[in-house]
């Protein structure tokens, strides 16, 4: 069966288009400066905050990674994202940390931290992980959406073709155009997560008919034949120290009008897209059955990311493709045209600015922006042609690097001790050892495992006190400065004097009711989590 896209599919995808395209254009008109381009003017609500972590967070590639993880393991698959499931209660007390920085990108932090060569440092890996993740992001797009339309049209075809729509609005309007094209995109998005399920559930006889299809590991959350806990920990550790460091957190999710929206739309945007992750997995495991059940016809995958794709293409009614690809689309370029904006953002600020040319004005600043944006937009895309081949491991690769990233930047929070010989050191160490190992098993460099990843990290670890201890502590007065930026609010963002735990936690909590906010936030988040992990446990044991 070869599914092609008939007029009602292209007045669907037309008509996305045009209307991302409109607003891209429409907050374009708003663009004055760097502030309103890279940031927008820190001034969101509740709503566009949770559409811009949810957009920002959700990619194409995931899906599709996912479904193949499922299609291949069984449904213990969906780890891969729900690593950051435990987490998410993390998120409550660590976005208001990115309201107080009070700076436009990571880079600027960490050398407010550790110095202006240890912000360059930063400022290659973020460059690393904007070129990898969305070469992985365009490249599970393209895969999915050239099965979904048997093959006719390559991936890279499609890869170069949404490159083209992301890059027009996004160069116009910024993160403003960013955030109002994710939260209208995110209902695109939550199409897309659950729209093959009903489609696909009858054709392979409901859970019943997986039952007897499948082998019973296929409907476990956590086994050795799939992914079992010690795989699970390691990755919620992964995505737990990697999340602070990566380089679009800071415009994602400190952009909120006051502390609580910045929380609220870290929190719950992430939350949506675990809910969201049960459909992909569900994607994953019916493909499993439809290939297995001999009615059907269907031969095994040669590759299992392929899976997603091939529902598309087998399930979908005349209509529901165009809905399908808008929905790929959307996932993928809320989150590609953020980026463009953050790397823009980045090389503008912590290069072109610090060492090149330092008293323009701020319109010469904000097309330095928008035109490094495209270039870099550009290495990701010669990224997804020419070198990624398993999305899922390259997706892995950047949350890595991320982890690694991430310890000097957390130590450097937690632990004033931390040095910027300690920060590099916690950096290249990981690195080293993982790469070292995994060359030596014989697996590619972005391949992933947990023994290898929890060696190296511990090294990391151990490399960031031993330097730091072992070199001069960074001068008091940056180092005060720095500190003294996360005991107060930012104005009218909370209420003044209002102490956050996360800050306080390497430096002596204080008394007297404090963290009220956030200890309620982090325990309804575990709440919420032992909820969603509850049900979706007993709907496998139906």
Known sequence: MNLQLNPIDWIVLIGYLIGVAVIGILAGMKIRGTESYFMGDRGFNR??????????GTHAEMPVSLAGAVYSTGFSGIW??????FATPFYWVIA???????RTTIGEVVEDRYGPWMGVVYTAFAIAFFTINMASMLKGAGKVISQATGGDVSANTIV???????????????LVATAWTDFA?????????????????????????????????????ATPSGIGVWFIMMLTINGLIGIISQPHQLAAVGTGKDEHTCRTGMFYGNFVKRICTVGWALVGLIVAALVLQPQHGFAPLADPEDAFGMACRHLLFPGGLGLMVASILAANMSTCSAFMVDSGALFTKNLYQRFFRKTETDRHYLWAGRISGLVLSAMGVLYALFLVERVLYSFLLTETMATYMGISIFGGILWKRATRWGAVASLLTPLVVNFSLMAAKGERLDHWEPNVFGISLLSGIAALVVVSLMTKPEPEAASEEFFQRFEEPVEGTAKPGTRLLLADLG???????????????????????ALLVGLTWLWLRM
Not at 47 to 56: D, H, R, V
Not at 80 to 85: A, R, Y
């Open 507 to 529: 430096h002596g909590l204080k008394k007297g009711g404090h963290y009220g906010e956030d200890i309620r936030g982090f325990f309804l988040g575990w709440g919420m989590v």
């Open 185 to 221: 995109q995110g209902f695109l998005i939550i199409a897309l997560s659950f729209l093959l399920v009903p489609l696909g559930w009858g054709l392979v006889g409901g859970m019943e008919g997986m039952r007897q299809t499948l082998e019973p590991h296929f409907f476990s959350l």
């Open 96 to 102: 208001p940390l990115f309201r107080r920085m009070r």
């Open 47 to 56: 709503w566009l905050m949770i559409g811009q972590s949810f957009g920002i």
């Open 160 to 174: 170069l073709a949404m490159t083209v729509i992301f890059l027009l609005y996004s160069f116009i309007g910024g």
């Open 80 to 85: 891969f994202q729900w690593k950051n499931l």
